[in-house]
């Protein structure tokens, strides 16, 4: 097939069987957007790339495969790069394809439009792998590694940049022989199995510790079929949220923190099984989290097996194949335990909720899980009441709460869902945002409008950046600076949009404004007044 480059990108996303590419054109990607034209790819019209990064993120979260995003030279990879962080740092596999200036200017900036001084550096600096076409036969192979390496092992961003003579350039290309990557499962190393099992067999308390790893191998089933046959305490990560459902007895959730009930059990534990988490700082509070000298890691990434909390035993491998072979092992020599009882595990988690961190705002996330069902997407922003969430709102099935947790970047939230709603059309999608955060990325709101994307906005208003302001008023004596904002009449700029908006006072409130938005085509603004104390 000979063709031009910017047919070569989007032939082949098509053999990939890519379904959806978000982003802007420019003058610089043009020859692709022209291939879009006659293509089955949909494309969303983003308003900003930031937002087009993370609608892409938002897709690949729930749907587990690779969301794709186009963006032009210069100003569209920078606009991109934040939200391209925040899919490195929490494991999301998103595609960026971005043109650049005819490989002749390069890097000598001469003053060319969109003129990047090292742009394939900025996206090697915060992606898994970076490279650049140099020829439109290229083109297929390097689209065809983004998306396997985006996928392969530990999901992570990818980056494919085109100059613009090579997007404008005629070659040969051969897609007979492209086939779309299946996602390597590589399977545990059977005497490591082995080494599990003899630990297993040596222990009486044991707590399963589930990480993002855990939920992007899809092994809810095998996973709570291993904490009932062990006994196990079962405890998550941020990102671990919904890797066994929330309300199965043994599973206490995100509720950790020092000094808690939660903490207090783990102290009597004899093996920690952690499945697929880095134990990050943040969710172990630098380590604080108190796990048994006696630890099995299971995760795909090597080098993080080995960074925090050294294993007694380390297996490398995905973490479903591994949490079945651990299981079929255990049943071929019969081997279970009691383990904690699950009235012990239940009052430890009622204590630790009442003690949790944002138990006054709980009610508010109380209300947003009654109007969900059980597979309803709830995707936060990094704002205080997503705080409260991450201890008070029971998750029960994987990729169904959507938090940036790595990066912590604002304005997630609203793009993110966007990027949900559109991977997943048939689901429930809520966005719970702040007033700060929501005008990072409130522009959005014409792309949902645009291409109707039913999604409710929880937009939760104190009129401040609260989060920053109670840092101020606890380690700088109250001396607070530029975090009280003078917002826009939320309710005014819903209807600028043409779309409806309300504003609620109470739980109950909310929860039948969610209720009434979730069957509208077009999103929902709902404006919830709250003030939260600071210091």
């Not at 459902?245 to 903490?263: I, M, Q, T």
């Not at 049943?331 to 009691?338: L, P, Q």
């Not at 709102?393 to 990066?407: A, D, K």
Request: proline share 7%; with cysteine; charged share 20%.
């Amino acid at each position: 097939m000979r063709v031009r480059g910017g047919e070569a990108v989007v032939r082949t996303l098509e053999r990939l069987g890519v379904e959806c590419v978000f982003g802007i054109p420019g003058v610089h990607t043009l020859e692709i957007y022209d291939a879009l034209v006659e293509s089955p790819i949909r494309h969303v019209l983003a308003r900003h790339e930031q937002g087009a990064g993370f609608m892409a993120d938002g897709y690949a979260r729930v749907s587990g495969k690779p969301g794709v995003a186009i963006v032009i030279t210069g100003p569209g990879v920078t606009n991109i790069a934040t939200a391209i962080g925040e899919a490195y740092a929490d494991s999301s596999p998103v595609v960026v394809i971005a043109s650049n200036v005819e490989r002749a200017w390069q890097g000598r900036m001469l003053g060319h439009l969109h003129d990047c001084k090292d742009q394939l550096g900025i996206m090697r600096a915060l992606t898994a792998w970076a490279e650049q076409a140099r020829s439109v036969a290229e083109v297929p192979e390097l689209v065809r590694l983004a998306y396997a390496r985006a996928l392969g092992g530990r999901p992570r961003p990818t980056h494919v940049e085109i100059p613009l003579d090579v997007l404008r350039g005629v070659g040969e290309i051969d897609l007979a022989s492209l086939e779309p990557p299946v996602p390597a499962r590589p399977e545990p190393d059977s005497a490591a199995i082995e080494f599990a099992v003899a630990a297993i067999e040596r222990s009486e308390r044991i707590v399963l510790y589930c990480g993002g790893g855990a939920v992007a191998s899809g092994a809810e089933e095998e996973l709570t079929e291993l904490a009932d046959r062990l006994g196990a305490v079962v405890i998550t990560s941020l990102q671990g949220k919904g890797a066994v459902p929330e309300d199965h007895p043994r599973c206490l959730g995100n509720l950790w923190e020092p000094d808690n009930a939660v903490d207090r059990l783990l102290r009597r534990a004899d093996l920690a099984l952690i499945v697929g988490s880095k134990l990050g700082a943040q969710d172990t509070q630098n380590g604080r989290l108190p796990l048994p000298a006696r630890r099995v890691r299971v995760d795909i990434d090597a080098q993080e097996v080995l960074r925090q909390y050294s294993p007694t035993i380390p297996i490398v491998a995905d973490a479903r194949a591994t949490v079945r072979a651990l299981r079929e092992a255990l049943a071929t020599r019969g081997v279970s335990r009691a383990g904690w009882a699950i009235e012990e595990l239940q009052d430890c988690k009622r204590a630790a909720l009442r003690q949790a961190w944002g138990a006054p705002q709980a009610v508010w996330l109380h209300a947003i899980r009654a109007a969900l069902p059980r597979d309803g997407i709830l995707v936060n922003d990094m704002t205080m009441m997503a705080y409260v969430g991450n201890r008070h709102y029971p998750v029960y099935r994987p990729r169904t709460y959507l938090f940036p947790t790595g990066y912590g970047t604002l304005g997630f939230a609203v793009p993110a869902a966007i990027g949900a709603k559109i991977a997943r059309p048939e689901a429930n999608v809520v966005a719970l945002v702040g007033d700060g955060g929501f005008q990072f990325t409130m522009q959005e709101l014409g792309t949902a409008v645009q291409f109707a994307v039913g999604v409710p906005i929880v937009l939760f208003n104190d009129a401040s950046y609260t989060a920053v302001k109670d840092e101020q008023a606890r380690s700088y004596r109250r001396r607070f600076i530029a975090v009280d904002l003078v917002n826009p009449d939320f309710q005014r700029l819903a209807a600028a949009y043409g779309v409806p908006a309300v504003r609620v006072t109470t739980p109950e409130d909310l929860s039948e404004a969610i209720v009434t938005a979730l069957q509208r085509t077009h999103p929902t603004v709902i404006e919830v007044p709250i003030e939260f104390p600071v210091g």
